[in-house]
Each structure stands twice: as structure tokens, then as C-alpha cells.
């Protein structure tokens, strides 16, 4: 059986990190699923660096807006 051929490539990772580390951002860890690369920041809370903009707001928000 051949080998399946990747979706990505190693030099795709280092630019990502290469961009990064220029815009003074540090780097906790890289994940790789399928073409997928996500790049987990350093002293970033994971839980709300994947909450949308619209999440924040209306948890600020919500008891401004109860009743309405």
C-alpha cells in the first residue's frame, strides 16, 4: 500500500511560525489534523481565544438585555 500523500508541508508550518514570531507573538504549541494547522498561543486563555467577538458581547451584555 502507498503512503498517502500529506496536506501539508513542513515549510507551510515553519512560515506560520516564522509570521508569528515576527509580530511578537510566542507560541505554546502547533496542531496538525488533516490540512488543518492551528497555532495555540503562549499565554493565551483557550477558552476564550475560540469564543466569537458576538459571545463576548452578549455575555457582557445580558442583563442589559434580559426582558427585552
Known sequence: M????????QTDVKRGLNALKTAGVAVKR????????????????????????LDKWMAAHADATEGH
Do not use: M, Q
Open 2 to 9: 502507498s503512503k498517502k500523500p500529506s496536506n501539508f508541508r
Open 30 to 53: 502547533v496542531e496538525i489534523e488533516g490540512s488543518k494547522i492551528t497555532y495555540i498561543l503562549d499565554g493565551a486563555d483557550e477558552a476564550s481565544a475560540e469564543t466569537e467577538p
